[in-house]
DNA sequence: TAGATTGTTAATCGATTAACAATC
DNA sequence: TAGATTGTTAATCGATTAACAATC
């Protein structure tokens, strides 16, 4: 298998690319687009680009560049499976109900098929179009809708407990909103937004930045 | 200056570690930790946090490890200012609200005094104990409210109006969660929170993993 | 062709890891 | 003391950057 183990960040900046490049086409049409566009767009470095962009396996051309709509489905192409992937979120606080929305029809590759709870009153609603669902119904739901990635954003006591359902049942990705050091066995992919944490580093890069 | 540059990660690390000895210690109430506890919870290694417990200052003892109470003291020490800051928010969407909500009351030190929307029928209400705000009062209730960190949740292409009218009215930290790259002057710390970016690394990685 | 870009290799940089000395 | 831990230095690792050859 090619690129057996391409970095974490190297799929993060390439799905950056492509949402600029389908912003940036939308708008403003030009056919073909410089690894320097994209680098300024992105706020990366072109070589940066440059690499990021061998992985896919598209080549640009000298003096040409590259072409914007080929390079947008050469990256949906290596990013996306062609049939789409199923997420299931898993706690429907304020966060969650955001994330929700968030993500409703914003990647046409990726769907929140159901949400979960284990609070009574927030099950067997409709939120945004997501059906929601007992938290002991995961394995049956996510057999049927075929779950393949989970979105945790319930309590950080909870965590735990919810991610070792989802990998029971096959999840191999989690993105999670908790603030916890999940612990996963090996062939699961956990990537964790923490964003109490990003907000303390902020104030003291600020706090710091204001002395000088 | 002791520590002129510490590195964004350590910080990011120390506020983690302390996120959780808050929690632990309120739970299970040991008086002394060693490293590898931490690093067990926070799921780094031990060495990797001796070494940025030196950054704040603080010593351990050998074979007693750490004092929890005081450890807890001096990351505060380090990382907050002791009169607080005071952060405003702009784009009061789904996402900016759920963060309203979610900051609420969490960190005693940081706090968001003001939120900020163009659309007339958001400002003037009171979200979670959170004032709105049009955007162009941002100025005049920065200075009276003393605001020194800036929340973007606007979308995309309204982001770096927003993040210069900050930078003007003195924030010099920025948690940014528009997908778009600020182009910012030095001495302005930014910090990006990409969920989609985030998602669809997950999604790359499951599918991947899936295969084999 | 000349010029500007791309693809590729070597050098640099920084953070992490591992090994060791110091300490209670 | 012996043992287990902490603080400190050197080695490793990986990603990024810079330099260069290839190409339209």
């Known amino acids: ?42 706020g990366v470095t072109a070589a940066q680009v440059r690499r990021d962009l061998m992985v896919v396996g598209y080549s640009g051309s ?4 590259y072409r914007v709509e080929d390079l947008v489905g050469s990256i949906g192409e ?7 992937q199923n ?6 606080g304020n966060l969650g109900r955001a994330i929700l929305t968030y993500f409703s029809g914003r990647r046409p590759k990726l ?34 809708e075929n779950i ?9 006591d909870a965590a735990q407990r919810v991610a070792e359902t989802l990998v029971e049942c096959g ?9 916890v050091a999940l612990k996963l066995p090996p062939g699961v992919h956990c990537e964790d937004i923490d964003m109490t944490m990003a907000l ?3 104030a003291y890069f600020a706090r710091k930045l204001a002395r000088d």
Do not use: W
């Open 1 to 42: 298998m090619q690129n057996a183990n391409v970095s974490d960040k190297t799929i993060g900046r390439l799905s950056t690319y492509r949402r600029l490049l389908l912003y940036r086409f939308g708008t403003a049409g030009q056919s073909h687009i410089y690894s320097y566009q994209i680098a300024g767009l992105a």
């Open 111 to 144: 769907t929140i098929v159901a949400a979960f709870d284990s609070a009574p009153d927030k099950i067997n609603r409709t939120i945004h179009g997501c059906r929601c669902y007992a938290v002991e119904e995961f394995p049956a739901v996510a057999a049927r």
């Open 148 to 156: 393949t990635v989970g979105i945790i954003t319930t309590p950080a």
């Open 78 to 84: 290596f990013l996306d499976r062609p049939e789409g």
């Open 171 to 179: 999840v191999r990705g989690i993105l999670n909103f908790a603030p």
């Open 200 to 202: 303390e580093k902020v």
């Open 62 to 65: 000298p003096n040409k560049g």
């Open 87 to 92: 997420v299931g979120l898993i706690g429907i």
